[in-house]
């Protein structure tokens, strides 16, 4: 999958960007929802889930991190759209802020993930990184007045974001 579909050698412009950071956020719901099922299952005993989890957690992180390198470079696309330029910069304080936060739960979770640490603990940190993610994810998108994309149905094929993510910024 790649999350920053046909971007190179194309002029990025504001609509554009946001069109691109709600699409991510989309594809960075399906993962984590994903994610929270490998722990329910292995929770309930499934051992080839809970042999997974560590590989799904990886993926959040790396899916994620290209998110983040993208939105910080579009971001400055957006904000130019603010007339004031002390709001620019607030906004844009704010957002790096988040990042900073985001980047370091992911760093926790992943590293919990790695040591295998215990299942109940490292599925119950997921569940609170993803409500984080998720949270942050709709205060961008009302704060950057981006129109959430239509959810895909829980019953939706995942066949289109199975891929791994290659943690590729060009
Ligand atoms: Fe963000
Ligand atoms: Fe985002």
Known sequence: MDLIPALSGR?????AAK?????????I???LDKARGVAERALGG???AAARLPDAISR???????????EERALAVILEEDAVPSSRAQHAAWFLRDHERQREALTRLHGQAM?????PGLA??????????????DEEE???????????????????????????TA
């Open 142 to 168: 009302r704060t950057l007045s981006i129109a959430p994309a239509v959810r895909a149905t829980p019953t939706a094929p995942m066949a289109a974001v199975a891929d791994p993510v290659e943690t590729k």
């Open 124 to 137: 119950a940190a997921l569940a609170v990184l993803s409500a984080g993610l998720s949270n942050d994810m």
């Open 29 to 31: 719901r399906v993962l």
């Open 60 to 70: 959040i992180r790396r899916t994620v991190e290209v998110h983040l390198q993208f």
């Open 115 to 119: 040591a295998k640490s215990e299942l």
């Open 19 to 27: 069109q691109l950071l709600v699409l991510q956020h989309e594809k």
């Open 46 to 48: 499934k051992k080839r």
């Open 11 to 15: 002029h990025l412009d504001a609509d």
